[in-house]
């Protein structure tokens, strides 16, 4: 897994943004974009319900009758995105919104805008499209090309900082 | 921790697989597959929920009461494991299974045996077995020996990516 | 992030301790007891769900009526933590715990206060505390200075280790 011949100037790290939790979203934009301001390379590849909030909100994803159920089930978008715990239909969410934004702390939609604008690379995981029928054009703007796992692999080996969320 | 005297010949991986969910059984054959597909040397050290899985369907673990219920409640085996959200009783499991079946994504315990026939390392946690009751004769055969926290650490310290999983 | 100035005579190990369940406070204690007993650097940032258990026991956290809601649905301390899965109402993290104890496997809080013997810097997250409303007085002794998310990416940046658990 030799294909990053450019030379490195910097620090890198990755991050496997897996889980698609309200909870989860801010470690990873947070650690993205604080990286980011201090110089990191940095990369997140989203993956499997981690790619759901990077989905337009409203966007119908699905390609046939159980993806369908699957995105009708768990709605993609930042604003749908559930709290590990204490979600409770939602006021959980709304509640640590509520809670962040008191605080000044930006909720994980604008952390994530933040951290593109600072160059971090937001990969979509080619599979997880394909599997779940989430197109390139329901997806925000500013991502990256999708990749695969092999890429992402190529990319962690050379990083300082590999993290799976 | 010097205890890796062997050269290094390509990158290491190791992935603490923890959880045991089938939606998280997936990223961690994914990845022990591929990278072992690109030529790296690659460790999956299965843990606590994530050891049950390794365990052969309908075996029944534990030494004593508690370690028996517990193992009655979360039955061992890949066709047992549960989605970590949606799972709806299992019928999330097997929506989830008919859409990888459908297109093409290989089922984890199919991964599993492919990365270990590419020489994926499977460590099962000696730990994990003693206080849970899950003997070495009960678990698919191809693993690796049982080994401890410290085997696991060291192999880590030597890993250009460690993942907890 | 280049402010590691000191020499480095050991592996270095950092865990991001997010979740705060009981089962993953048991690998987050074992590795980092385990690789400090073997001469590792270890640090554990500990950050939102996982900043709760490090709050003595009893303790009211929350610096209004949102934040002390939220410590009432979550209440802090090690004897507090559930489990991710199983937990049934506290009956499944009682029983895991009176698994361990009967294998010799010493509950998380101390194995914590080893790892702490053992010179493990416990760092708690100071966004955290801000936005739930956690004061240094109310947690337990022994732990590091709160710090942030840069100063934990640049001991990550330099860890051969780094996990997200």
Do not use: Y
Request: with cysteine.
């Amino acid at each position: 897994m030799s294909d990053a011949t450019s030379e490195k100037n910097s620090e890198w790290m990755t991050i496997i943004s897996f889980s698609g939790d309200l909870d989860k979203l801010w470690p990873t934009t947070i650690l993205a974009s604080t990286a980011a301001a201090n110089g990191m390379d940095v990369t997140v590849f989203s993956t499997f319900w981690g790619l759901f909030p990077l989905v337009r909100d409203g966007e119908k994803i699905g390609h046939d009758q159980m993806t369908k159920m699957m995105g009708g089930m768990n709605p993609p978008g930042f604003s749908k995105a559930k709290l590990s715990k204490m979600n409770m239909g939602g006021m959980g969410a709304s509640m640590m919104r509520k809670v962040a934004e008191k605080n000044n702390l930006m909720p994980p939609e604008e952390l994530f805008e933040m951290s593109m604008d600072m160059g971090v690379n937001m990969w979509p995981c080619q599979m997880t499209m394909d599997l779940l029928g989430i197109r390139a054009d329901q997806m925000r703007s500013g991502l990256g090309q999708p990749v695969g796992a092999a890429t992402a692999l190529a990319r962690m080996a050379k990083s300082e900082i590999s993290l799976f969320i």
